[in-house]
């Protein structure tokens, strides 16, 4: 027991020793120490002896300290950041929750509705469901195609699948070219084309297929520009034009498109010309969906690239293969675009000389429904040595009309002026000078600076393609047609803008002839001094020109600037951008209200882009025929040039600055009188009388006359 005792005696003595050796700084001791932290948290064998020996305390006593008192201001730095990260935590938290509650009750900005919301795993089985029932609706589809085509379409859901094509629209009319042409794509209509992106896929044997075409098509385009005995024909116009006999029997065809079809028409055209660019710029441009578009918003209302068959040899686009989609249109509500699915296909021939042909290549989901084939047709580009070059170009279509063609535009069309060569070399040219003339310096005294000059020319740009999109009948899905054809001749569509402006647009265009020489007519529009003569919206007031740009050889190639004067006031109170354009196949006059601050900021150089504009306009052709002037109704100078003129005119207003806005009948009427007050007042100018139609609209489109029209 006593030895327990001791044991336990001793014991306790130890702990007791080692409590008594425990030893606390005094407050001089930490002031210094928390001194010296402060200037050096890590001090070395130097700074430590020294402190002991200053301290009276051991170099190791000085070193443990500093490590925990590092330790200790860690700890202390964790729970500031722990506590401003909970703090953060908490309110982002909030913010989630508040934002969950209020998804709960938006409101789509299109319909007005609610909108729906369903989880994630829902929406991907609702796919995969709709997935298996397309697929099997594609297989029964295509089993039908194949028993009346006579053998198994394998490499049809693929195309299918890539066009984003349903395998209904086949049993139901057929697909038509869906663009998506909102510019600004689209919205504001300034653009003809969408930037491409080729996702077609195609297996070696397409791709094979497509070659052999391309080659073929090649060599059948070179004899075609380079063969000038037999298989063309002079007209009374020193226009090209096919000898179809001599053809045929020089590329015999079989008759697999379908057999022989009564209503199946041909155009067949040639014709050539200098152009101010050299050649490698052409190729380029060609070869590309969006640049071989912006030359020709005229005759091109949409194009995309499907799929790069072949990107060419060295980077080049020599042996460059395309397929492409193109719609091309006549300005007028009463011409039908023509839809084509192409491959195009560049080659260099020799040093200096190129050729770019398209020809015809049908899916089998085109073959039933398409009503335009194009045979081998494009153009032979050579080298001038000086900058210039020298372009053939061949127009070869066959067209199934199953509407007649109108009245007014029949002569133009079958004649191969509307959709010829001509029309393409005539574009070409005239637009190649204007991009001449953009890199050139400014000579306005109003727009001095080369930035200036620049910016307002690409501002006209958007303006003429907004203009020639709108009163076109391209089938893409930007607008919607209110009215085909109103008893006055008048077709309304309406669109989204969502770019510049941004609201409901709504759309008026009509077409009518006049027995007047179409160089008279664009001179009457385009002169700022006869223009208070037939612009309604002047009420009678002058104008004057503040600016001018020429953009081409023909002073009639310019943009104006113009400013209109109050009758009562000689203060400005509106400024017009208006460009005219004119060459052998017809002339544009289209302009757009502009006000002076965006103005301003336009001739300064900054970006145009978003300055909203609502063009209007006049395109004026010749009507196809030389003698075809009525002897009672022949005005002094009409004939100049032959024949009399194709005018379609067209306007756009803002219904409303919100895009759900609905259209109204008062909209529509004032539309309506708008463009029937403008048609009236340049006939009345212009000595015609008010019905010089050719032949009433009625008897050749009495499908398309609303029975009651707008009064």
């Known amino acids: 027991m006593n030895m327990e005792f001791l044991g336990d005696s001793s014991e306790t003595d130890k702990k007791t020793m080692k409590k ?34 200053e301290l009276g305390l051991a170099p190791r006593q000085i070193k443990f300290w500093f490590q925990n008192r590092r330790t200790q201001k860690k700890a202390q730095h964790e729970r500031a950041d722990n506590c401003t990260l909970k703090e953060e935590n908490d309110r982002i938290r909030c913010e989630n929750i508040a934002i969950r509650k209020a998804l709960k009750h938006t409101i789509c900005p299109t319909c007005g509705d609610a ?43 693929p195309l299918l699948n890539q066009m984003n094509i349903s395998p209904l629209e086949l049993l139901h009319g057929g697909p038509s070219l869906d663009f998506d042409l909102l510019p600004g794509s689209c919205s504001s209509m300034a653009a003809t084309t969408l930037p491409s992106q080729p996702n077609l896929v195609l297996s070696d044997m397409d791709k094979s297929l497509m070659t052999n075409i391309a080659v073929t098509a090649m060599e059948e385009l070179l004899r075609l520009t380079q063969t000038n005995d037999t298989l063309w024909i002079k ?13 045929e029997n020089m590329f015999p065809r079989s008759n697999s498109r379908g057999g022989k079809n009564h209503n199946v028409r041909v155009e067949a055209t040639r014709s050539s010309g200098i152009i101010f660019t050299n050649v490698m710029t052409l190729v380029d441009m060609l070869m590309d969906s969006v640049k071989s578009a912006e030359p020709f918003p005229s005759i091109i209302a949409a194009s995309k690239t499907l799929a790069v068959v072949s990107s060419g040899l060295r980077g080049n686009h020599g042996d460059a293969l395309h397929l492409m989609l193109e719609e091309l249109q006549v300005l007028s509500p009463l011409v039908p675009t ?17 050729a770019v042909v398209n020809v015809s290549y049908e899916f089998p989901q085109f ?57 393409w070399i005539a574009t070409l040219q005239r637009m190649c000078e204007r991009f001449t003339a953009l890199m050139e310096p400014a000579t306005s005294s109003a727009i001095p600076s080369s930035e200036g000059k620049r910016s307002i020319m690409k501002l006209a740009q958007r303006m003429v393609s907004n203009f020639c999109l709108s009163v076109g009948t391209s ?59 037939w612009d309604v919206l002047l009420n009678g007031s002058s104008v ?154 009625k008897a050749h489109f009495p499908h398309l006359i609303s029975e009651k029209g707008l009064q």
């Not at 023509?338 to 190129?354: A, D, P």
């Not at 398409?370 to 081998?376: A, D, E, K, T």
């Open 20 to 53: 008594k050796r425990f030893h606390r700084h005094t407050p001089h001791q930490i002031q210094r120490l928390e001194s010296a932290f402060s200037e050096c948290q890590h001090p070395d064998e130097k700074q430590r002896m020294q402190l002991s020996r």
């Open 115 to 157: 909108s729906v919301h369903e989880d994630s795993y829902f929406d991907e089985e609702k796919l995969r469901i709709e997935n298996a029932q397309l697929r099997e609706e594609l297989e029964r589809v295509s089993s039908i195609a194949a028993k009346f085509m006579g053998r198994p379409l394998s490499h049809l859901p």
């Open 235 to 247: 007209t009374d116009g020193a226009r090209d034009v096919l000898n179809l006999e001599s053809y």
């Open 338 to 354: 023509r839809e084509f699915s192409v491959l195009r296909y560049c080659q260099q021939i020799e040093h200096g000389t190129w």
């Open 367 to 423: 073959m039933a429904h398409s009503r335009s084939y194009r045979f081998p047709s494009g153009c032979l580009i050579q080298d001038m040595t000086n900058g210039y070059s020298k372009v053939t170009w061949v127009e070869h279509v066959e067209i199934s009309e199953q509407e007649p063609v109108h009245e007014m535009f029949k002569d133009s069309v079958r004649d191969g002026l509307a959709f010829g060569a001509e029309r």
């Open 475 to 533: 089938n893409n899905t930007r607008s919607t047609v209110v009215s085909g054809m109103n008893e006055f001749g008048i077709r309304l569509t309406s669109y989204k803008s969502q770019h510049e402006p941004n609201g409901m647009v709504l759309c008026a265009a009509t077409s009518f002839w006049l027995p007047v020489s179409p160089h008279i007519v664009f001179n009457f529009i385009k002169d700022e001094r006869t223009r208070p003569q």
């Open 544 to 697: 004057q020109e503040v600016a001018h740009i020429a953009n081409g050889s023909h002073p009639g190639n310019c943009i104006s600037v113009l400013r209109g004067f109050n009758a009562s006031s000689t203060q400005n109170n509106m400024l017009i951008l208006q460009e005219s354009c004119v060459d052998s196949s017809g002339s544009l006059v289209v302009y757009t209200p502009v006000d002076l601050p965006a103005l301003n900021m336009a001739m300064s150089g900054q970006d145009t882009s978003y300055i909203p504009i609502l063009p209007s306009g006049f395109a004026v052709s010749p009507d196809g025929s030389r003698n075809n002037q009525i002897p009672e109704l022949k005005v002094e100078g009409g004939g100049g040039g032959g024949g009399g003129s194709l005018i379609t005119v067209g306007f756009q207003i803002m219904v409303s600055s919100l895009q759900s806005g609905k259209l109204n009948m008062e909209s529509m009427e004032t539309v309506n009188n708008l463009i029937s007050s403008t048609v009236h007042h340049i006939k009345t100018t212009l000595n015609c009388p008010s019905n010089c139609l050719r032949t009433p609209l």
